[in-house]
T-cell receptor, first 112, second 110 residues
């Protein structure tokens, strides 16, 4: 089993749609969780951190479910500019000192 | 400006040659990482370092070597033992929270 798993997609949605991505992780001792966005041929950039209580940033909402070991990202009112690959990232080290593990990424295509 | 810099952006090498990719950060981060990304794939961890003069192998360390003599620098050498070195290489640094990435180096071996 991979340490961090994501559905690679692609997810093809129309503008204005709501889309959700899930990510599962295998190390129950993981402490930190993030969503990154990567545009084609560019470096990943932090989209948002994921907290146990859940967090929201505009149209984006991230949730963490420790019991089931998954995190989610919800995008509301999708824009064309949201088209990208979304990477789930988990701090895989139980002592929280490093070793960030990336999922394969989920590709989102927003269509007009 | 603070940040993380990788050089060069594009690199071409002949098969059988060693090549070193540069990564420098002025963010005062303790942790630094090297990832490899192949087309349509996610990031795979090559090596990471949590402190100067110490580093650990990631999932695909074979054929690569690193050093961490200074906090700011974490160069990656792609050796001739790496069977399929053509890829996009990303360096990152972290202060035990989120990671910040350099712009990457595209290595092509011909």
């Amino acid at each position: 089993r991979k340490e961090v798993e994501q559905d690679p997609g692609p997810f093809n949605v129309p503008e204005g749609a709501t889309v959700a991505f899930n990510c599962t992780y295998s190390n129950s001792a993981s402490q930190s969780f993030f969503w990154y966005r990567q545009d084609c041929r560019k470096e990943p950039k932090l989209l948002m951190s994921v907290y146990s209580s859940g967090n929201e940033d505009g149209r984006f909402t991230a949730q963490l479910n420790r019991a089931s070991q998954y995190i989610s990202l919800l995008i509301r009112d999708s824009k064309l500019s949201d088209s990208a690959t979304y990477l789930c990232v988990v701090n895989g080290d139980s002592s929280n000192t490093g070793k960030l593990i990336f999922g394969q990424g989920t590709t989102l295509q927003v269509k007009p | 400006d603070g940040g993380i810099t990788q050089s060069p952006k594009y690199l071409f090498r002949k098969e059988g040659q060693n090549v070193t990719l540069s990564c420098e950060q002025n963010l005062n981060h303790d942790a630094m990482y090297w990832y490899r990304q192949d087309p349509g794939q996610g990031l795979r961890l090559i090596y990471y370092s949590q402190i100067v003069n110490d580093f650990q192998k990631g999932d695909i360390a074979e054929g690569y070597s690193v050093s961490r003599e200074k906090k700011e620098s974490f160069p990656l050498t792609v050796t001739s033992a790496q069977k399929n070195p053509t890829a996009f290489y990303l360096c990152a640094s972290s202060a035990r929270t989120e990671a910040f990435f350099g712009q990457g180096t595209r290595l092509t071996v011909v």
